[in-house]
């Protein structure tokens, strides 16, 4: 084993770069079993917090698959589908946790500026998005395009309540960069969990209501913990 002790401020991502180069240089092998958390721990001289943000993020790429009751197994990358290039995207200065911080940053003033001018029509349409929602969960049968499409049309709605054009290109944008394969992917890996879709509708529904109600203030705070719930969601599933 040559792991090396990590001492940078990104210390989950210098962890995500070692284990990325031993992977593929066949120091770990495919099939191979993780240490033990508190081995890794030891290893590389972090805390263990630190220590499951990289391997929670690890799992997220599809480089390390974790078996309940079993451990943590390196994954076959000759099979995997996610190509080198993006997997470098996700180890270099700009890293992809970056967009949340962006959405968080965007959407959270986006939502109190459409709580201040929202008109009844586009408060009717997102709270249409809100009942295919309820009717997703209720039912089932909805396939994980047509959740993340609901969810996506939420956001631009509000972004559009903002009569901001500035606000709502960036939105685009940030649309545009979620449809990636490696965002897509872990959308729809939660978009699996019935849990997360609960408590997603219920933020969803809190953040709809603060502007229904004209609350700027509710309406930037509900944003805000929603998307850190999909943080959170992202790093511990």
């Known amino acids: 084993m040559k792991l090396m002790p990590i001492q940078t401020k ?4 210098e962890i995500i770069d070692q284990f990325k180069i031993l992977i593929k240089e066949g120091v770990f092998k495919p099939g191979e079993k993780l240490p033990s958390e508190r081995e890794l721990v030891e290893q590389l001289n972090v ?12 799992e997220i790429i599809g480089l390390v698959e974790s078996k309940p009751g079993e ?10 589908t996610i190509s080198d290039q993006l997997i470098k995207r996700f180890l270099d200065d700009s ?23 929202a008109e009844n029509d586009e408060i009717i349409a997102l709270e249409q ?10 039912r089932g049968g ?33 649309s545009y960069l979620l449809k990636d394969e490696f965002w897509s992917n872990q959308r729809r890996h939660l978009n699996l969990n019935k849990k997360a879709q609960e408590r997603y509708l219920l933020e969803h529904r809190n953040i709809f209501r603060a502007i229904k109600d004209g609350d700027p203030e509710k309406a930037g ?17």
Request: hydrophobic share 45%; aromatic share 10%; charged share 30%.
């Open 10 to 13: 990104k210390a989950y991502m």
């Open 47 to 58: 805390s263990r917090p630190t220590l499951r943000e990289a391997l929670s993020a690890l």
């Open 71 to 80: 451990g943590r197994f390196v994954m076959d990358i000759s099979k995997f």
């Open 95 to 117: 890293e992809p946790f970056e967009l949340l911080e962006a959405r968080i940053t965007i959407e959270t003033g986006t939502a109190s500026i459409a709580a201040k001018k």
């Open 129 to 138: 998005e809100i009942k295919k929602m309820e009717e997703f969960l209720q």
């Open 142 to 174: 909805a396939s994980i395009e047509e959740r993340l499409e609901v969810d996506a049309k939420f956001h631009f709605i509000i972004a559009e309540m903002s009569r901001n054009k500035f606000l709502i290109k960036v939105m685009e944008q940030i």
């Open 221 to 237: 705070k509900y944003m805000q913990e929603h998307l850190f719930t999909v943080w959170r969601d992202l790093l511990t599933r």
